[in-house]
């Protein structure tokens, strides 16, 4: 049974990514896993992975230097490279580091099944090569450039201020997803995660911020602001407006001593 290392900075993405692996039913096992490349690299000086299953973006060390080091070693394990991002230049490293795959999250079982089958097969025909297989060794990896500065900056921070920048216009999950080059479900867990809010839920909490802004400092009648902060229909608006706030724009706007024509 051939061995894997995780390497992930997120637990719950590990956990996702065990138990995806373990529903593929290929014979291999995770027997490692590891939060950062530099923490990887410390295990690997006294132990053997056949295959590295690696995180681009993570704390210590990243990705993209943990197959840089792994590239210098004698007999270098198989990396997969698994990534929230869909962009070019990520997928332009992984071809140049002749890395084995390179998955988006979240990894599918079929996805997952099919990659470490490509990667069982090989292994089995090098190990029942005859001849010493061909080392890596001290190869160095071409100069590819630095990352976009848009991909050294938190995905999160990029979503929330196109977000924002879209606003009272309308803004989808897929949209945004798209904009900061990440899988519309990684998106919106990830979201959770660090926002501690659905993606949904910041979205109106923001439109019902602007309106209380509309509603405390000018006159326009209510109509007027909801169909500003994105609303057609009043009773809706005043529904969702009670629902964050809890009160009515009419009795928040009274709260505020402004008048309403």
Wanted: charged share 25%; proline share 6%.
């Amino acid at each position: 049974m051939s061995s894997i290392l995780l390497v992930d900075d997120e637990r719950w993405v590990r956990t996702a990514l065990r138990k995806v692996i373990e529903r593929c039913g290929q014979p291999c096992r995770i027997v490692r896993e590891c939060a950062n490349g530099q923490e990887a690299l410390e295990w690997l000086a006294n132990h053997e992975a056949d295959v590295v299953m690696t995180d681009v973006r993570m704390p210590v060390m990243d990705g993209i230097a943990l197959v840089q080091a792994l590239r210098e070693r004698a007999n270098p394990p198989e990396v997969v490279m698994i990534s929230g991002y869909d962009d070019f230049p990520y997928l332009q490293f992984a071809l140049r580091a002749q890395v084995a795959d390179y998955l988006l999250k979240p990894v599918e079982v079929e996805d997952m099944s099919r990659c470490l089958g490509s990667i069982l097969d090989r292994l089995a025909k090098t190990k029942g090569n005859d001849t010493e297989p061909p080392t890596t060794a001290g190869t160095r990896l071409p100069a590819w450039g630095v990352l976009p500065e848009e991909m050294t900056e938190s995905p999160i921070r990029q979503a929330v201020r196109y977000i924002d920048a879209a606003l009272p216009g309308d803004v989808s999950l897929q949209e945004v997803a798209a904009q900061v080059h990440l899988n519309p479900s990684y998106l919106s867990q990830l979201f959770k995660q660090q926002m501690n809010m659905n993606f949904i839920d910041y979205v109106l909490e923001q439109r019902m911020a602007r309106a209380k802004q509309l509603l405390a400092q000018t006159s326009m009648r209510i109509s007027e602001i909801a169909e500003r902060v994105g609303y057609s229909d009043l009773a809706y608006f005043s529904n969702a407006y009670k629902r964050v706030t809890g009160m009515t724009p009419t009795e928040y706007r009274r709260r505020c001593g402004s008048s309403s024509p």
